[in-house]
């Protein structure tokens, strides 16, 4: 049987004796990247930078570190996500902040961002750009921190979403134009709805058929919001972003999507069927994850 997450003497509660205590109780419990995961806690806990933890390693902890901790280990051993544990991740930089009611930024996203960036062009100067789902705010907030002078609109269906990310709109001094409403029946007079209105649109929609949910980790399927991962109608959630796409987007407006590699030709032979001509961009571990695509000339 697994040991109790308290350790038997607190004299011991020492920042080397938590970490290698905590990492032989994770390992027990299965729980992804064991040793890393009590570095975070700890770095969390006593409010330092992860690797200054080996220059600290006889520190000992205070009681209120202690209790702190020790409710960080019980719910990591859940294989609850480090980042809802401390409510926070990096993102391009940024420090945005999270709960349950956002899906947790993925390396992937930063690429999409990354990709679009790259192909900004210098004529269009202070863009417009329109963030589809938004989340926690962690793709308009990226842009309108590497583009000052766009104008970033964001919208989220959820409510509790929204929340999350105007606050990290008004921690991280980055003003957004942010929206509650819905892809499926968009507000004529919504400012980010208007005809011929729209530079850039990005989205990382839902993409996951609940068929797939059978092979993914506890960590993502028991504690991240389902409707940021799945969707009955992959396809179809994209047919609403181009139909919405081509009639927002400006003559020589650009899009970018962030896909399933096993839906991603046929979202985009939809796009091509509505207009549109465009390519797909593999990530950094060489999947087919992205499109990028303009109205067809």
């Known amino acids: ?59 000992p902890l205070t009681n209120t570190e202690r209790d702190a901790l020790r409710k960080g280990v019980k719910a990591r051993a859940t294989h609850k996500p480090l980042q809802y544990i401390t409510g926070s991740t990096s993102f391009m930089g940024l420090e945005i902040q999270l709960n349950e009611h956002v899906l947790i930024p993925r390396p992937e996203t930063e690429e999409l961002v990354e990709q679009a960036l790259s192909r900004w062009t210098k004529s269009m100067q202070d863009p417009v750009v329109l963030d589809v789902g938004s989340g926690s705010g962690c793709i308009a907030l990226a842009v309108k921190a590497a583009l000052t002078g766009a104008t970033v609109h964001g919208v989220e269906l959820s409510e509790e979403a929204l929340a999350v990310s105007q606050r990290n709109s008004e921690s991280l001094g980055l003003p957004i ?21 729209i530079d850039w649109l990005l989205s990382n929609p839902p993409y996951i058929h609940p068929e797939e949910a059978r092979s993914m980790h506890p960590q993502v399927k028991d504690f991240e919001p389902a409707q940021a991962l799945f969707t009955n109608d992959p396809v179809g959630m994209y047919t609403q972003l181009w139909t919405l796409a081509s009639t927002v987007l400006k003559p020589t407006g650009v899009l970018g999507f962030e896909c399933n590699p096993l839906t991603i030709r046929e979202i985009l032979d939809t796009g091509i069927r509505l207009g549109f001509e465009g390519e797909v961009v593999a990530d950094i571990q060489g999947y087919e994850r992205f499109i990028f695509a303009q109205r067809a000339h």
């Open 1 to 59: 049987m697994a040991s109790s997450p308290v350790p038997p003497t607190p004299q011991e509660w020492t920042v080397l004796s938590m970490m290698e205590w905590a990492t032989a109780y994770f390992t027990s419990k299965q729980v992804d990247q064991p040793r890393l995961s009590i570095e975070w806690l700890l770095a969390d806990v006593l409010g330092m930078p992860r690797l200054q933890l080996y220059l600290h390693f006889d520190r």
């Open 177 to 197: 134009q942010w929206h509650h409403g819905s892809l499926a029946a968009p507000p004529q007079e919504a400012p980010w709805s208007q005809p011929h209105s």
